[in-house]
């Protein structure tokens, strides 16, 4: 919090891009927001010498006086891995750690959200499409349909700017809470593979965010937990936590087999389903699972 202080952020003015959005709104976070903050949107050099926060425009980076830009001659400098900072870059750097309240944390999502940004407003190309022309719909395209259109008032970028902070703000908070919660049960998927007698199969908590944290070791090759449904799942480990390969399908006589028919193939009481893609099954219960288990590591 900054107390009842007048406190003004400068953003340039015109139209916005995606490192603008989410560099003010980190500061809006960071600052605890309040009818004492206001943002301006301005390329007035008296405007912006005389702000508090300075972000994406007046040509200096000087985070002991909190200005963040990167268009000066030379830019704001790298990452180690190559990625030109740009201002949601630079905030994050000096604030990150700060708002997300570990270091960890604020590092995952630098990694998530902060560095593709950056290099995106560099114009730092780091994708390739394996479809000729099929890209993901990101965060940028996100935010580039909210241009005004050659039909629409070119006048209200102030507006649509304001808006987009706000979702900015909705989007930052939840990544902290959705990255603090899956560093904190990493530990509790390490131990569980440090304490599995069997390192190709590892029983993990329903809810725990696995992928990732499996991926990394050489060994497992399923997982099994309790579902939300009371029954119990096994499911595939992959390598990468990007593909959708698993290092070892379920058999492919399971696929897409259902209840009779499941437990008859696999001769397991309690079977319900299998996916056609043979990476998820499903038993009615531990003793179930760990059957389907052994003859899926020995298939």
């Not at 007048?6 to 891009?17: A, D, E, Q, Y």
């Not at 002991?64 to 030109?84: I, T, Y």
């Amino acid at each position: 919090m900054v107390g009842n202080k007048k406190i003004t952020i400068v953003t340039h003015s015109s139209g916005f891009h995606t490192d603008d959005i989410f560099a003010v709104a980190t500061l809006l976070l960071t600052l605890g927001g309040g009818d004492n903050i206001s943002v301006v949107r301005s390329r007035d050099k008296s405007i912006i010498e005389s702000a508090d926060y300075v972000t994406d425009v007046g040509d200096l980076y000087d985070p002991s006086r909190n200005r963040f830009d990167h268009h000066q001659k030379g830019g704001a400098g790298k990452r180690e891995n190559g990625v030109p900072y740009a201002s949601f870059g630079l905030v994050w750097k000096e604030f990150g750690q700060k708002l997300s309240g570990d270091k960890a944390v604020a590092d995952k999502i630098d990694q998530m959200i902060v560095q593709p940004i950056d290099a995106g407003d560099n114009g730092m190309k780091f994708l390739d499409a394996r479809i000729p022309g099929l890209y993901p719909f990101d965060i940028e395209l996100l935010t580039s349909i909210f241009y005004p259109t050659w039909k629409e008032d070119p006048d209200n970028f102030d507006d649509i700017f304001n808006t987009l902070v706000s979702y900015a703000k909705t989007i930052i908070s939840r990544l902290i809470i959705s990255v603090r919660d899956d560093t904190e049960a990493e530990s509790l998927v390490v131990e569980a593979y440090k304490n599995s007698p069997d390192k190709r199969l590892i029983e993990v908590g329903d809810r725990y965010p696995w992928e990732e944290v499996l991926s990394k070791f050489p060994e497992p090759i399923f997982v099994i937990y309790k579902n939300k449904d009371n029954n119990w799942t096994i499911e595939g480990v992959r390598s990468d936590q990007f593909s959708y390969k698993s290092r070892k399908d379920l058999p492919e006589s399971w696929a897409g087999r259902r209840d009779e028919e499941l437990e008859k193939i696999t001769t397991v009481a309690g079977a319900v389903f299998c996916h056609n893609a043979r990476f998820m099954a499903v038993n009615k219960t531990k003793e179930g699972i760990l059957k389907m288990a052994e003859i899926a590591l020995n298939s």
